[in-house]
Structures are given as structure tokens and as C-alpha cells.
Antibody
Framework: EVQLVQSGAEVKKPGESLKISCEAS????????IGWVRQMPGKGLEWMGI????????RYSPSFQGQVTISADKSISTAYLQWSSLKASDTAMYYC?????????????WGQGTLVTVSS | QSALTQPASVSGSPGQSITISCTGT?????????VSWYQQHPGKAPKLMIY???NRPSGVSNRFSGSKSGNTASLTISGLQAEDEADYYC?????????FGGGTKLTVL
């Protein structure tokens, strides 16, 4: 069974950095693209980008390029989403999601979500 | 790329059938058979209901079905039940990204 377990909720101040994680199990982590989806309060799903853990090939939505960094450590089957300087507008729920063996096929499994709150 | 277009809301009575549409372009919905549908209850993660336009994952009720015509995909829920009340999102493959629809709130009257 595919499982994606995300790190816990975070409360940060504007300007602070943050790295959240998503630990995968139940499949060959290196062989499937894995990505991140943002859901702002009361809003819809927004695709942020994906990474192929096998070779760290990474693709970003133009809306998020330069705003976040996606990475993965295949030795511990974990993907990451990172900010260097948070803004209040980054307040949202963030989901990791497993895509297919082809990069941008819609995901089939989701993590439970990590709530990020940015407030002074 | 713009999000896929879904109606903001639909409603139906228990036992009825409803259909949610998802309109894109020939570069996404119309060009590939990689359309998925997700159900999201409040405070929960999205759940895959339909993949590759018409396929149901194991464990998903056969009351849920998917189809596509041209640039529009559709999700039909038959025999509506109270537990079907949720937000529904479509998603499509494109060569450069994964697109999501804006979401449709289903109300079971």
C-alpha cells in the first residue's frame, strides 16, 4: 500500500525559512515522480511542481518557480518542500502527492497535508 | 496555463444522478486520456475517484463514473448519497505541468 506521511503543522514568522517533508513507503520511491500541491484557505488545488527522485530532475509550475525549492533524498524515501523567506501569503495547506512514472500525469496518492501558518 | 473550468456548485437529491463537467483545451483534456477526478471532504486530503478518464481505483464505488468528449471531461455520480457531499476536482496531464480544475462543491439536498 502506498503511504505518504507528511511532517507536522508549522507556525512561522514572515522572513523565516522552512522545510517540510513527505516520507514515502509501499513502492519504489526512486521510480515515480512526486510533487507538491498548495491549497490556500477556502480555495482550490494548485500544482506547484514535481521531482523524480531517481535523478533529481525537477519541474516547477511557473507560478512557483523561484519561490520554493523541491528536493528529495532517495536514501530515506523522503521528498521536501522548502522556503528561504516565508510570506504571509504562503499560509496554506500543502500536500505531497505521488504522480506516475511519466512526469505530469495526475497524482494517484496523497499525503495527509501539512498546514503552514505565516504570521507576525 | 489556465486552470480547467468546472462549475462552482452542483446539487442533487438522494438517489438522483449528477454530472460535473471539466473543460480544458486540446493541449490538456482533449489531447490525452490522462484525466483524474478527486473527492475532498472538509479538512481531509483529496482522494482519487477516477483516473485515465474512465477507470476507478480499487475500493471506489461503481456509482462514480468518468467520461470525455472533445475538450470536456465529466464525472457522473449515480444514486446520490449524503456521504457524497464534498468538493470535487478534475486534473489533467499536459506536457509541462499538471492542471487542476477550480473545484465543484456538491450539495446533497
Amino acid at each position: 500500500e502506498v503511504q505518504l506521511v507528511q511532517s507536522g503543522a508549522e507556525v512561522k514568522k514572515p522572513g523565516e525559512s522552512l522545510k517540510i517533508s513527505c516520507e514515502a513507503s509501499g513502492y519504489s520511491f526512486s521510480s515515480y515522480w512526486i510533487g507538491w500541491v498548495r491549497q490556500m484557505p477556502g480555495k482550490g488545488l494548485e500544482w506547484m511542481g514535481i521531482i523524480y527522485p531517481g535523478d533529481s530532475d525537477t519541474r516547477y509550475s511557473p507560478s512557483f518557480q523561484g519561490q520554493v525549492t523541491i528536493s528529495a533524498d532517495k536514501s530515506i524515501s523522503t521528498a521536501y518542500l522548502q522556503w528561504s523567506s516565508l510570506k504571509a501569503s504562503d499560509t496554506a495547506m500543502y500536500y505531497c502527492a505521488r504522480h506516475g512514472r511519466v512526469a505530469t500525469i495526475p497524482p494517484d496518492s496523497w499525503g495527509q497535508g501539512t498546514l503552514v501558518t505565516v504570521s507576525s | 496555463q489556465s486552470a480547467l473550468t468546472q462549475p462552482a456548485s452542483v446539487s442533487g437529491s438522494p438517489g438522483q444522478s449528477i454530472t460535473i463537467s471539466c473543460t480544458g483545451t486540446s493541449s490538456d483534456v482533449g489531447g490525452y486520456n490522462y484525466v483524474s477526478w478527486y473527492q475532498q471532504h472538509p479538512g481531509k486530503a483529496p482522494k482519487l475517484m477516477i483516473y485515465e478518464v474512465t477507470n476507478r481505483p480499487s475500493g471506489v464505488s461503481n456509482r462514480f463514473s468518468g467520461s470525455k468528449s472533445g475538450n470536456t471531461a465529466s464525472l457522473t455520480i449515480s444514486g446520490l448519497q449524503a456521504e457524497d457531499e464534498a468538493d470535487y476536482y478534475c486534473s489533467s496531464y499536459t506536457r509541462s505541468s499538471t492542471l487542476f480544475g477550480g473545484g465543484t462543491k456538491l450539495t446533497v439536498l
